[in-house]
């Protein structure tokens, strides 16, 4: 690289950088509310699953009610016939199976009418549990409109500096090789500051003081460096003030 070309891209990855930490800046305004309107949207999904959920069980368990309920009539309806047949037997062999029949349906229907009991129970218990499901769900959708339309309003109140600020990084980007933003990417998802000044020949993002050897060929500025300690990239004090000024 030649040295203008050099001192040129340290110009425009400084100039980036300021422009991303404005950026930081504007949605440190925005605090918490995005990841607390993103947690509020999947309690409101996960409740609505379990709605849902609940929802099938009762549908289910009223069918089951409902084949019961046949069930019961049909043997209410056997022990009336078999209790007529009673009447008409005409010896006592026929008479004792009659009657161990009208036992036999009697415990079934004892059985049937108690588990009719179980199912209103269990009914109750499935409406109690949506209700309480959905009063929940109403809350969380309360909360998170009243987050997001927080939200809306920080961002309609930066929004034109939101754009200015990334119509400039678009256009400092597009100054910049592709390598370069990737290492400047990367640098930065670990430090906010991802280009930094060489301060009493020392590494202002960590401070640890840089190689006599590295300062030098900073100088002739021939190529980018980085501090060996903390991965910055790395821009002369006296080019980082005349670019402060830009
Ligand atoms: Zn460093």
Not at 99 to 122: C, G, P, W, Y
Not at 187 to 212: F, T
């Amino acid at each position: 690289m030649e040295a203008l070309h050099v001192e040129e891209t340290l110009r425009i990855l400084y100039r980036l950088q300021q422009v991303d930490l404005e950026l930081d800046e504007l949605s440190e305004g925005e605090g918490d509310l995005p990841t607390e309107v993103e947690a509020l949207r999947q309690k409101i999904e996960t409740l609505s699953a379990s709605i849902a959920a609940e929802e099938e069980k009762l549908h289910a368990l009223r069918e089951s009610r409902a084949g019961s309920t046949q069930a019961i009539q049909d043997l209410r309806e056997r022990v009336r016939m078999l209790n007529e047949r009673l009447r008409t037997v005409r010896n006592n062999k026929e008479y004792e199976a009659t009657t161990n029949e009208i036992a036999t349906a009697e415990v079934d229907l004892q059985t049937m009418e108690r588990s009719m009991t179980t199912f209103n129970t269990q009914e109750a218990n499935y409406i109690r549990d949506i209700e309480s499901l959905t009063r929940q769900r109403e809350e969380c959708t309360r909360e998170m409109e009243e987050k997001s339309d927080t939200l809306s309003a920080i961002h309609d109140t930066n929004a034109d500096e939101v754009s200015e600020l990334r119509a400039a990084r678009e256009a400092l980007q597009a100054q910049l090789n592709g390598d370069l933003l990737k290492r400047y990417s990367h640098i930065r998802s670990a430090y906010n500051d991802a280009v930094v000044k060489v301060r009493k020949g020392a590494c202002s993002g960590c401070y640890r003081a840089l190689p006599p050897q590295t300062l030098v060929e900073m100088r002739r500025l021939e190529q980018i460096f980085t501090c060996e300690n903390c991965g910055r990239l790395l821009v002369d004090e006296e080019i980082a003030a005349s670019m402060t000024a830009v």
